[in-house]
């Protein structure tokens, strides 16, 4: 019949449903490439900058070593919310989540470190002293429980693509369109044991990198001596840490 073949569909006893796979906006995905691009070289820019004035006596005392540490979790960061702007694939999914974990314990372990190294001088009863390596150490150790634990669960699982029903849209009456998003999981079961697990492990993780760092963070900002005053920064960190378990209960929730 011509209102059938008009619309260029064979006729059918129900309507017809395809599948269309939503993607983030051309505009959108340069928008937020241009801005990290931008972050990046500014993140690079203080690296050159600390390593050029290493030698000056507030960039050494400020432990340039682990300032630059925290600049490659920042540009890691970015490369992050880059890969997670493209169409996911299963090798993606994997690798993103490496990169997450392990660019939030090279963007915040170096900063607690450092608030934790002036803890101990200025409350301990003797005069102590932690060597950036030592520091440097403990960074390290927790990038090594950040490899274990992804390495567990990623051998046992590896995470991969599953697509999720959105929104119907109704091209005319004899036909649907299915609009899908991309959705990267270890289970096609959301709530299957072993995601709330993994899930757990990694908020329980990051959860004690945090408290650990409001709480060095708290007895610096307690240590009332005016030349330490002068340059502490501990409020916003606290700020930092206490918005960031904040994003972490949303993300919960929203998973949840």
């Known amino acids: 019949p011509d209102q059938f073949t008009d619309l260029g569909i064979l006729p059918r006893s129900s309507v017809l449903t395809t599948y269309q796979v ?3 906006k ?4 340069i928008f937020i490439l241009v801005l990290c691009i931008i972050s990046m070289c500014i993140v690079l820019l203080s690296i050159f900058l600390q390593w050029r004035w290493r030698e000056n006596i507030i960039i050494k005392a400020s432990s340039w070593k682990l300032n630059v540490i925290t600049c490659c979790g920042c540009l890691l960061t970015q490369f992050t919310i880059i890969v997670y702007g493209w169409e996911p694939t299963n090798a993606w999914c994997n690798i993103r989540e490496w990169l997450l974990t392990i660019s939030f314990t090279l963007v915040f372990m170096p900063l607690f470190m450092k608030t934790y190294r002036i803890s101990v001088i200025f409350t301990s009863l003797t005069i102590k ?5 030592k520091l440097l150490m403990g960074v390290l150790i927790c990038l090594f429980i950040d490899t274990i634990i992804l390495l567990v669960f990623t051998t046992i699982e590896v995470e991969h693509i ?22 990267c999981i270890k289970n096609e079961k959301q709530n299957d044991l072993y995601n709330v ?3 757990f492990t990694m908020c329980i993780w990051k959860g004690g990198q945090l408290l650990f760092g409001l709480s060095v963070a708290l007895i610096v900002s307690r240590i009332g001596l005016e030349y330490v005053q002068k340059f502490n ?3 916003s960190q606290i700020f930092a840490i206490l918005f960031t378990i904040f994003l972490q ?3 919960f929730y929203t998973w949840a």
């Open 129 to 133: 002293t932690i060597s950036d390596w």
């Open 22 to 24: 939503i993607k983030l």
């Open 233 to 235: 920064e501990t409020n």
């Open 26 to 29: 051309e505009g959108v995905q």
């Open 197 to 199: 697990i993994f899930l």
């Open 162 to 183: 599953v697509p999720v029903d959105a929104n119907i849209v109704t091209v005319h009456k004899l036909h649907n369109i299915q609009e899908q998003y991309l959705y």
């Open 249 to 251: 209960c949303v993300g």
